[in-house]
């Protein structure tokens, strides 16, 4: 029964993380359009079916692990580079309160 719940679980993420994908590609394509015209979605569908599968006909999974190292390497090093420019910016500003922040008296310690 588990493996039965475990096949449908993996089907499910197998079709919605590409559609997700072809979602935001299609969005970027059409200007930033929340509906992208149905043509351009079938393309990139197309595109990124045909893409899977050349890799997988081509030298199964370790053509789709070298793909996906070649395209993640770029990837990590601009997050490296945005992570280190973010500490950087964060120690550089000034704080916030240029004066010590002190709690203001009580309406009791006011009439006394």
Same mark, same amino acid.
């Given at each position: 029964?588990?493996?039965?719940?475990?096949?449908? &679980?993996?089907? @499910?993420?197998? @079709?919605?993380?590409?559609?997700? $994908? *072809?979602? =935001?590609?299609?969005? &970027?394509?059409?200007? $930033?359009?929340?509906? #992208?015209?149905? /043509?351009?979605?079938? &393309?990139?569908? =197309?595109?990124?079916?045909?893409?899977?599968?050349? %890799? =997988?006909?081509? /030298? /199964?999974?370790?053509?789709?692990?070298?793909? +996906?190292? @070649?395209? $993640?390497? #770029?990837?990590?090093?601009?997050? &490296? %580079?945005? /992570?280190? +420019?973010?500490?950087?910016?964060?120690?550089?500003?000034? #704080? @916030?309160? +240029?004066?010590?922040?002190?709690? *203001? #008296?009580?309406?009791?310690?006011?009439? *006394?």
């Amino acid at each position: 029964m588990l493996s039965v719940i475990i096949c449908l &679980l993996l089907a @499910v993420h197998c @079709v919605t993380a590409p559609d997700a $994908g *072809t979602q =935001v590609l299609c969005m &970027l394509n059409s200007l $930033g359009s929340i509906d #992208p015209p149905d /043509g351009i979605r079938v &393309l990139w569908c =197309v595109r990124e079916g045909a893409i899977a599968a050349s %890799l =997988v006909i081509a /030298g /199964g999974l370790l053509a789709i692990q070298m793909a +996906s190292i @070649v395209v $993640g390497l #770029p990837i990590a090093r601009y997050m &490296l %580079l945005t /992570g280190y +420019s973010r500490v950087r910016s964060l120690r550089s500003n000034e #704080p @916030v309160f +240029s004066t010590a922040v002190t709690a *203001t #008296p009580l309406a009791s310690e006011l009439t *006394t």
